[in-house]
């Protein structure tokens, strides 16, 4: 099913306690609730300060086997597992807590992990849930025969194919991920080594905590385990379960369908910096936050097209003349007979048209509008005038000072009147309705 559109964490605290993978030691982990925006962050609950690591691709150290992260000295080894079930099954913030360096390897898979999650249940949070949706194809390919791109989709997809060393095993599989699919499809498919590569690090005592209940071992075109396999093309689904998993240390959510072939913890994490660097252009895209001066002030016209997205020819203020207060504000506007509109408004008889007047206005009161607490950096919608009044022409060579006040302010709506003056008088007037929204 997808996924909501707001953030969820965990209900309540669930721990479990297990055996790590390479130090052999029993460890305690317990995923705990976490704000809204926290992401996902690991904590050695071990060490005397407690400190955090961020999931980020920024922070992995090594990516041999198993994906690490670290903070300065302090790192956490197999991330990979845990994130996936956190991403796999809907949650977006969480703090993971440990007693040693590394999370139980369990059976090998995600699937205790899930049944974690489930039990603590998950509680929806008021953010909105950020997704980055993949508008660009990503392309990656290693000289050892990786390969994994991204290209854009509605819908988080991965397919995958696997290809052991001579070809062996060599599977494909190809889901979309979200909860449901997830723990039927994914979740539970355990991870599995070649004989050939564990045997120099069993001799040296480098995994400690491997046994045939932690993983799959295939020797030449068997299979040391002591269960049968729980799909018939289980090392695929693994694969795919990592490529979760790492792709999290993006630290996004995405829509995009990923393509695999032969992936591995050094590909996958390179893919979840690519995913950030496409991210990070399109938000370089964005317009800066602009502050708008306190108190009185004068705005050139410069700083009017930093604070308003009109430009010629429907940029109707020149200048910002003054504010007052935190509510008042005015502007200027100098009718020349170079404005395009008066081409055909009228020819030989030129008036500058009422509805730009009362669109002037609008824009004034939008500068003031932007200057409010929470709104620097929005964009105010006009949405609605009343009792609208042109009193007089406006002809070329005339100034025109327009007077604009915030009435109202609720949520994202506000409401305000304005007003135009020529020498004195006054040439047009309304009540004036706003939203607010994000750029």
């Known amino acids: 099913m997808p996924l909501s559109d707001r953030q969820h964490t965990l209900a309540k605290a669930v721990s479990m306690t297990g055996t790590s993978l390479h130090t052999g030691e029993q460890v305690t982990l317990t995923l705990q609730p976490a704000p809204e925006n926290f992401g996902f962050k690991f904590r050695r609950v071990d060490l005397e300060d407690k400190p955090f690591i961020p999931a980020l691709a920024e922070k992995v150290q090594k990516v041999e086997r198993a994906t690490t992260i670290a903070e300065g000295g302090v790192n956490v080894h197999t991330v990979e597992h845990v994130l996936s079930a956190l991403t796999g099954m809907g949650v977006d913030n969480c703090i993971i807590e440990m007693d040693a360096n590394e999370p139980p390897i369990a059976d090998g898979s995600a699937m205790p992990y899930v049944q974690l999650i489930k039990a603590a249940g998950l509680a929806e949070q008021k953010e909105a849930r950020h997704i980055f949706e993949i508008r660009e194809p990503i392309y990656q390919e290693t000289r050892d025969g990786t390969i994994l791109t991204i290209v854009p989709d509605k819908k988080f997809r991965i397919s995958c194919t696997n290809v052991g060393p001579d070809g062996r095993f060599t599977q494909y599989f190809s889901t979309e991920i979200h909860p449901e699919a997830y723990e039927k499809e994914i979740a539970a498919a355990r991870t599995f080594v070649y004989y050939e590569d564990i045997a120099p690090l069993m001799e040296k005592g480098l995994i400690k905590g491997g046994t045939l209940e932690a993983a799959i071992v295939i020797r030449g075109d068997s299979l040391l385990s002591k269960q049968p396999l729980r799909f018939t093309n289980e090392f695929v689904r693994h694969k795919i379960l990592d490529i979760v998993g790492d792709l999290t240390l993006s630290g996004k959510r995405i829509l995009g369908h990923v393509i695999a072939v032969r992936p591995g913890h050094g590909p996958n994490t390179e893919l979840a910096r690519a995913i950030v660097k496409q991210y990070e252009t399109m938000r370089s895209m964005m317009p800066m936050e602009i502050r708008i001066p306190s108190g009185d002030a004068v705005l050139d016209i410069n700083e009017v097209m930093k604070i308003l997205p009109h430009r010629y020819p429907f940029l109707l203020v020149d200048r910002i003349i003054g504010f007052e207060g935190e509510t008042k504000c005015r502007g200027i506007k100098n009718v020349t007979i170079n404005e395009p509109f008066f081409q055909g408004h009228f020819p030989g008889h030129p008036i500058m048209p009422g509805v730009l007047q009362l669109e002037a206005m609008a824009q004034v009161a939008s500068v003031v509008l932007l200057?409010?607490?929470?709104?620097?950096?929005?964009?105010?919608?006009?949405?609605?005038?009343?009792?609208?009044?042109?009193?007089?022409?406006?002809?070329?060579?005339?100034?025109?000072?327009?007077?604009?006040?915030?009435?109202?302010?609720?949520?994202?709506?506000?409401?305000?009147?304005?007003?135009?003056?020529?020498?004195?008088?006054?040439?047009?007037?309304?009540?004036?309705?706003?939203?607010?929204?994000?750029?």
């Open 371 to 439: 200057r409010m607490p929470g709104n620097q950096g929005k964009i105010g919608y006009f949405m609605s005038a009343d009792n609208v009044k042109w009193r007089r022409p406006v002809l070329p060579g005339d100034t025109l000072i327009i007077e604009t006040e915030i009435l109202k302010t609720k949520r994202s709506i506000a409401s305000g009147v304005g007003r135009c003056i020529v020498n004195g008088q006054v040439v047009s007037e309304a009540d004036l309705m706003f939203s607010v929204v994000d750029r």
